[in-house]
């Protein structure tokens, strides 16, 4: 799996926390003193969030910061291995 793949992965995870929240990229945008059009590079993995902007999302949207991430570097360990 490639970085920009995880991005888009981390990317798929915020808006599903956006939505069972109902906030809105703007909202989140403006949380983070951050315009939407920030927020949607970021959410299409262009670039991705950086750990740090992501602990200040969970933060944000009272989820753990697992939710994002959890399981992911273990994906891209196995695809790393399997290139091998």
Known sequence: MTT????????SRVRQA?????????VLGASLHRSQG????RL???PGFTLAELSSIAMVLDVELDFFTGRLADVSVRAGEEAS
Not at 4 to 11: A, Y
Not at 38 to 41: F, K, V
């Open 4 to 11: 920009s793949e995880l991005d888009r992965r981390v990317g």
């Open 18 to 26: 956006l939505a069972a929240r109902a906030i809105s990229q703007a």
């Open 38 to 41: 920030w927020i949607s590079r």
């Open 44 to 46: 299409r993995g262009d």
